[in-house]
């Protein structure tokens, strides 16, 4: 059996009733709880039905990344699931007040939950964890990456809004089942394709090609999250000149591209080496100038 690593950092937990609005008995809208101590109630909803939604916020030597970004983004997911939209100035500061208690470490992963609450109380339910982030230097070398059809076409987001396709939401149980599959495979991570033949994204990851000065990445509207680390990278590029735009891409355009990259808030950016069973060019100086936007730092000097 494995030991637990002890000189690893406990975890912060941050419990966020306000969520919402005002506490009901007046008390601070959040406040720093015991992480090893029960918390959720086994009624909440996102016990029972996987009901809320979520963000990922990465932490590097103490700053945190994309926070505005991330916050707007769990209030548009609210707004798709119908939860009450969530004070982003509570969130803000219970963020930062996660980030002053955990230990310092060179990468910390900050999630911020909010759930429907229990059942019938019509009160939504919030907290932050933050803990020390996994080490994702493999990834971040390169990575193998199978398709697989997610079922849905890309027209899914306006003839069908009810399947919550582009929400950040906590039923994570089909992107879990799809990672499962590609280690079945033999490769790392999974790249989303549509009923219709197009790349959508992958789990957990947003999808970024490189084609000569064209940098692509796949539309918000064929029912992908909005990537808040594509913005970034798109923002650095374009101060460089490069074109940049969003387009339905085939497996076989990410195939024969330049190169390819799957780009995450917590993992960064992590190059596909392969797709299926065809080799990809591994851009390594390219990939450490993205690794330095996505952890907020200048790019010329990765």
């Not at 692509?216 to 064929?222: D, F, G, L, M, R």
């Not at 650095?236 to 891409?249: D, K, T």
């Not at 080496?273 to 907020?296: C, F, M, N």
Request: glycine content about 8%; hydrophobic content about 40%; aromatic content about 4%.
């Amino acid at each position: 059996m494995t030991q637990p690593d002890c000189t690893t950092p406990s975890p912060v937990l941050v419990w966020v009733p306000g969520v919402a609005g005002t506490v009901a008995d007046g008390s601070e809208p959040f406040r720093i709880a015991d992480a090893d101590d029960p918390q959720l109630l086994v009624t909440d909803l996102v016990a029972t039905r996987g009901d809320g939604v979520f963000e990922t916020i990465g932490v590097f030597d103490g700053a945190p990344v994309n926070v505005g970004p991330h916050l707007r983004r769990l209030g548009r997911s609210a707004q798709l699931v119908e939860l009450p939209s969530p004070d982003l100035d509570v969130l803000s500061r219970a963020i930062d007040a996660a980030i002053e208690a955990h230990a310092p470490v060179p990468e910390l992963t900050v999630r911020v939950m909010m759930t429907r609450g229990v059942e019938g109380t019509g009160t939504p339910t919030a907290w932050i964890h933050a803990r020390t982030a996994d080490d994702w230097s493999r990834y971040r070398a390169g990575i193998r990456v199978v398709t697989l059809d997610r079922g849905l076409s890309t027209t899914v987001a306006e003839t069908s809004p009810w399947l919550l396709a582009g929400a950040k939401t906590l039923s994570y149980a089909v992107n879990m089942a799809a990672t499962r599959e590609a280690v079945r495979r033999g490769a790392d991570d999974v790249l989303f394709t549509s009923t219709d033949g197009y790349c959508l994204e992958g789990p957990t990851s947003t999808l970024l090609v490189k084609r000569g000065d064209t940098w692509t990445t796949t539309p918000a509207s064929a029912g992908v999250l909005p990537g808040t680390s594509i913005a970034s990278v798109f923002a650095m590029l374009e101060r460089e000149g490069q074109s940049v735009r969003e387009e339905l891409m085939t497996p076989a355009d990410v195939a024969s591209a330049d190169a390819a990259w799957l780009l995450s808030s917590s993992r960064l950016a992590a190059p596909i080496a392969q797709l299926d069973d065809t080799p990809l060019t591994v851009d390594t100086e390219r990939t450490a100038q993205i690794l330095a936007v996505l952890k907020g730092q200048d790019p010329q000097s990765a």
